[in-house]
């Protein structure tokens, strides 16, 4: 799987969007990418993933550069229930998602 | 959305025993569960992938006799530690496919294990 590359932190202010990038610049044609967090003590959470068409959910919007070098993940209008860590995984199935290191998102009131 | 259980949630136990971990897929079939391991201000490290009828599929550096997986059921995988250690004390975390979802991985609310 392509390995990727986030910011290790950042702070958002709450009922502000967060624009969380990624990049995968060796990702291949056929991996996705998928989005996780994770708050803190508990299990990951599925967020959204995507192959090369923006995607959106009701978490989340998923913006792939035409490319497919990078990604952002958009969360609309942050909560302060959205501090978590925010994984960004380049993967060709769901069988094995390598967690990197993750962005550390603090959301501030 | 799909619900994974994790029991139990937290155990302390001696160094030398043993602690069995059970994860569970509460309203759904899951024919592969994975395990990983999380260590403090570390991320998750996949250790072993559990198909369920069949023996378990482990990562570079895992040990297999120190952790024991069977997945006997499609709802039901559970995680054997063996001869625990202080090392091993760790956060455990398991996930589970949908067998109706190809795309999405539901993950379990985790394990503290403590060995002292």
């Known amino acids: 799987d392509a390995k990727t590359t986030q910011p290790p932190s950042m702070d958002c202010a709450e009922g502000r969007a967060a624009n969380l990038p990624c990049n995968h610049s060796?990702?291949?044609?056929?991996?996705?990418v998928y989005w996780y967090r994770q708050i803190h003590s508990q299990g990951p959470q599925y967020i959204i993933h995507?192959?090369?068409n923006n995607e959106t959910n009701e978490m989340a919007s998923l913006i792939i550069t035409e490319d497919r070098k990078s990604s952002t993940l958009i969360l609309p209008h942050a909560t302060l229930r959205d501090t978590a860590v925010y994984y960004c995984?380049?993967?060709?199935?769901?069988?094995?998602?390598?967690f990197g290191a993750g962005t550390t998102v603090t959301v501030r009131a | 959305g799909a619900v994974v259980s994790q029991h139990p949630s937290w155990v302390i136990c001696k160094s030398g025993t043993s602690v069995k971990i059970e994860c569970r897929s509460l309203?759904?079939?899951?024919?592969?569960m994975f395990w990983y391991r999380q260590f403090p201000k570390q991320s998750l490290m996949l250790m072993a992938t559990?198909?369920?009828?069949?023996?378990?599929?482990?990562e570079q550096g895992v040990e297999k006799d120190k952790f024991l997986i069977n997945h006997a059921s499609l709802t039901l995988s559970t995680l054997t530690v063996t001869s625990a250690h202080p090392e091993d004390s760790s956060f455990y975390i398991c996930?589970?496919?949908?067998?109706?979802?190809?795309?999405?991985?539901?993950f379990g609310p985790g394990t503290r294990l403590t060995v002292t």
């Open positions: 996930s589970a496919r949908d067998l109706r979802d190809s795309y999405e991985q539901y």
């Open positions: 060796t990702i291949s044609g056929n991996e996705y």
């Open positions: 995507g192959l090369k």
């Open positions: 995984i380049a993967s060709s199935n769901d069988y094995k998602l390598s």
């Open positions: 309203d759904f079939q899951a024919t592969t």
């Open positions: 559990s198909n369920e009828g069949s023996k378990a599929t482990y």
